[in-house]
């Protein structure tokens, strides 16, 4: 086979791939793609050989959480080499933290939708110049829960705005396009039906809402403002419940829609740390709060090894 | 003078307080506050002792800048006990980080609004429940430039959004309030006087405009998703440049509105590291970076000496 014929089936796998994730003609116009808040560049890295392999994405909030996981997969697949060595890909820059463990990579986004955002624009472009394919992204990460006991695991049917709409409104120019905010149905009922498998990890399928506050907009008392009742922050969580929102979170909607427009099939298992119908503050200790941070990792940790056939 | 007419001035005291800043009657019902993304609570600490003093609270993205911003604060106010003691006070969470140096915080917000809103949320009942007084809270942070060199510092006049609009959309249990974004404009006009009196930092007044993304929302040609023409994006540019803007980032509108809403008087402090008619991607060598992101550094601790009077 000749270099010509090799850099030619190259050429339309990448076209292949760009056609799948990444939804912009202007890149292909680009000589570096420098990925700014990741500290990565297409120049300085070769992100075929350090991500091509990659088939399963888990995004959450901290990055001492998305560490841990790190280590907990790499404990689970049984890979070799040391936990010790598993290290911070993006250690130049502190806006987040990345590892990779066999095929799958444990990212943080912060907090908030334009946090998660910035971080998904940069991830799926590098999913892009890695010529990833078949992949599945997860997002693990804690809510406030409407109606369930804490420490419940919820696995989003639909991510709705605080208007209750399966919708996320982006800002494109000074002009509001509105995107689809559906997650893969299948994926959703696969990990209901392997949380059924695993011991403590109490799970339900609902309606997620994401706000772009923790306090007004989630209509908590104990912020610095709050210009409302009791009896209107109950009649707000009770609207929220009779429209099936089983949980409260801030990133769901811009991740469901950028996933959806991208071709990624796309799962998001949030655990409640309290039932926002008993209290605003979250006054759990710590170490019930770091089991319940654990649950949505067990669940996901256990999809992907069922996946990879190391589990009958 | 007896205790209780002790306790009698300490509750008038902080009633003073409380209605300079908080805004939330609930507040008062609280036995005990957990400002839980600080990892610090009303219970456990003694926040009056660890920040009465406080008089200037300055804010910004990242972790390891807002670090840096502490330890060039202690050595500019030469104050005693050694640099390296200087440590996060919310080392128990990777949410924020926060410094104190003699009468100034340093305190990380993350990117974006929801992520600086949760943070000013906390810090404001911090500083009510600390019974600080006549404080004044800066944002130093990066932007993109509107037709100004890279490495301009903008002091914000007006905040405003994607729309040119000087407001902040806030939603409340799911109904919109809108805030207004004017800034302090004392603060601001001192600190364009202050900048003439250091090399190296040229400075400009000029509105900034906050967006919820970093590439749609900002008119940015080098993300994962883009579905407008180079000459759109120029248009857009244009057109905000003739509206007053000259930066552009992700925070301003909500850390305007709320200081406002607050009583707090605020300014917006923002370096600029491209100038978005020249491109979009940030590929300026990272020491240059390094050098535009103290500037802003620079001027507000140059204001805080001369308001310290520790300058003539």
Same mark, same amino acid.
């Given at each position: 086979?000749?270099? @010509?014929?090799? #850099? ?15 939804? #912009? ?12 808040? /990741? ?24 990055? #001492? ?18 936990? =010790? ?7 130049? !820059? +502190? ?36 010529? &990833? ?18 420490? !419940? ?10 208007? /209750? ?12 396009? %509105?995107?689809?905010? $559906? ?38 008392? +104990? ?7 009791? $009896? ?22 811009? /991740? =469901? =829609?950028?996933?959806? %427009? ?7 298992? &949030? ?5 926002? /119908?008993?209290?605003?503050? @979250? ?30």
């Amino acid at each position: 086979m000749s270099p @010509i014929l090799l #850099n030619s089936i190259g050429k339309e796998h990448h076209d292949y791939i760009k056609q799948e994730y990444v939804k #912009n003609p202007h890149l292909d116009s680009m000589e570096e793609d420098i990925l700014y808040h /990741f500290n990565l560049s297409t120049k300085t890295h070769n992100l075929p050989q350090m991500f091509g392999d990659v088939k399963f994405v888990c995004v959450g909030g901290s990055p #001492n959480r998305m560490k841990s996981f790190a280590e907990f997969i790499h404990e689970q697949l049984k890979l070799p080499g040391n936990i =010790a060595d598993v290290r911070d890909i993006c250690e130049g !820059t +502190d806006r987040y933290s990345m590892y990779k463990v066999g095929p799958v990579m444990s990212i943080s986004h912060g907090m908030g939708v334009p946090s998660i955002s910035i971080m998904l624009h940069e991830l799926i472009k590098l999913l892009y110049h890695a010529q &990833c394919s078949d992949l599945i992204i997860f997002r693990i990460g804690t809510s406030g829960g409407v109606g369930l006991p804490a420490g !419940t695991v919820v696995i989003t049917e639909k991510a709705v705005d605080s208007f /209750f709409r399966p919708q996320f409104d982006q800002v494109v120019l000074g002009k509001m396009i %509105v995107r689809s905010t $559906e997650l893969d149905e299948d994926v959703a009922k696969e990990l209901l039906k392997y949380s059924t498998e695993l011991p403590d990890v109490p799970t339900v399928i609902g309606d997620t809402m994401c706000t772009h506050d923790f306090y007004e907009g989630q209509g908590r008392l +104990d912020g610095a403002l709050c210009s409302f009742s009791t $009896e209107e922050k109950f009649e707000y969580l009770k609207k929220a419940y009779d429209k099936g929102v089983r949980n409260i979170e801030m990133e769901s909607t811009v /991740f =469901a =829609a950028m996933c959806r %427009v991208c071709n990624l099939k796309a799962a998001v298992v &949030c655990v409640t740390l309290l039932n926002r /119908f008993e209290g605003d503050q @979250i006054s759990t200790p710590h170490d019930v709060l770091l089991d319940y941070q654990q649950r949505p990792q067990c669940l996901v940790a256990h999809f992907i090894k069922k996946r990879l056939g190391l589990m009958l």
